[in-house]
């Protein structure tokens, strides 16, 4: 029992290397190329065919068993059924007890003539168990160990995929609940927004009666100033109500809105390095592309809010038929899972649920730009919005 213990052990860790690998190879495709389908055919085919590699080229005459073929056909039918939704970590821990099972059967003597269990090791294994009649008690106890340990496998990964299914239903309940507040939130300011066009036009039609009552040259200038004011706060209302309402900007009036916006009042220090040769005009929703940058903003500075040299930066550039605007930080940057998954509305690497930079790609592609970030774990991350230019 000592041997075929030992045995199926060493059995195991060859076996885990090679399916998981292939398993790894089927998942990674099936993300690069977004094809599901792969994750089960990469395995149905790469496995056999790397038998059939190895034998070719080499003179091990590696034997592809009939317990290869049945563990091969599991996870084959394992990774059809589980549909993604299981991580690497869940799939080694489910496959590791099933070919740890599975092995066992190349220890149960009667199954010799149909190919179980036919390398050198377990033959010899076997015959010894038989010689000194142990050979009943070893297909007992390596027949128990493999429905044990295969039940086992079966069991947690049913449990497992129940759980993430559950986990991934509470997750859409949650993005729901909060595009709904969300939007209900929305509504109200833009009814808020909205009744400031009443008295901005009391104010516009006072101050044309007082134009007319006073012919003070300096009673007129600051009535033209005040003008200029009500016609700046009627467009971002009207920018605010409709999200495709723009207007020219030129891309020093943006930075400097947005400095105003974000930093004006408060004590957060944010480097701003401004490049803007030849200066360039912009097409823009100037409100909405605002809170894009701020959203960025505020999380560099979550990021770096622990760290003694923290740094973020607000980089502004004109390039020939594009502007970007680039918001860099030292913090504990992002990792590499999480970057999958920070565009989904609802996701958010904080302890609370965001919107943020599901906002962000859709201000930025609603101004026919692109959105790109690059973060490294330990040294930060760099978020850039391209927006073309165009004629004024």
Not at 88 to 100: A, C, D, N, P, T
Not at 230 to 243: A, G, N, P, R
Not at 283 to 291: A, D, E, G, S, V
Request: proline letters at 3%; charged letters at 20%; hydrophobic letters at 45%.
């Amino acid at each position: 029992m000592v041997c075929a213990f030992l045995v199926v052990s060493i059995n195991t860790v060859i076996s885990i290397p090679q399916f998981l690998s292939v398993v790894m190879l089927g998942d990674g495709m099936a993300d690069v190329f977004n094809r599901s389908e792969l994750t089960t055919i990469v395995p149905l085919v790469v496995v056999p065919l790397a038998y059939v590699i190895v034998n070719v080229l080499t003179p091990l005459n590696y034997s592809f068993g009939v317990t290869d073929i049945f563990l091969w056909l599991t996870i084959v039918v394992m990774q059809k059924l589980s549909k993604q939704k299981l991580n690497m970590e869940m799939k080694l821990l489910v496959f590791s007890q099933l070919i740890f099972g599975v092995a066992w059967l190349n220890q149960v003597p009667f199954l010799t003539p149909y190919g179980f269990g036919e390398g050198s090791l377990s033959l010899k294994i076997k015959e010894a168990a038989i010689q000194i009649g142990f050979g009943q008690v070893l297909t007992l106890y390596a027949n128990v160990l493999f429905l044990i340990f295969m039940a086992s496998a079966i069991t947690l990964w049913v449990y497992l995929i129940l759980y993430m299914e559950k986990w991934a239903i509470s997750q859409e309940l949650h993005r729901a609940q909060l595009e709904a507040h969300t939007s209900r939130s929305g509504r109200e300011v833009l009814h808020l927004v909205h009744d400031l066009k009443t008295p901005l036009a009391t104010i516009e039609g006072l101050v044309s009666l007082m134009e007319i009552r006073w012919p003070d040259p300096k009673m007129q200038e600051y009535c033209q100033t005040i003008y200029g004011s009500i016609q700046s706060m009627s467009s971002m209302v009207s920018e605010i109500l409709y999200e495709d309402r723009k207007n020219w900007c030129e891309l020093r009036e943006l930075i400097d809105y947005i400095r105003a916006s974000r930093l004006s009042g408060t004590n957060c220090s944010v480097n701003i390095e401004f490049e803007e040769e030849p200066p360039a005009k912009l097409y823009i929703n100037k409100i909405r592309l605002t809170r894009a940058i701020i959203n960025l903003i505020d999380n560099a500075l979550d990021a770096t809010q622990k760290r003694e040299d923290g740094r973020v930066i607000l980089r502004a550039t004109t390039l020939t038929n594009a502007v970007t605007l680039e918001v860099e930080d030292n913090g504990h940057g992002i990792l590499a899972n999480d970057l999958k998954r920070i565009w989904k509305t609802g996701y958010s690497t904080k302890k609370h649920p965001g919107v943020g930079l599901a906002f962000v790609r859709q201000v930025v592609e609603g101004h026919e730009g692109s959105v790109n970030i690059k973060s490294k774990v330990g040294q930060g991350t760099k978020v850039w919005i391209t927006l073309p230019l165009g004629e004024s």
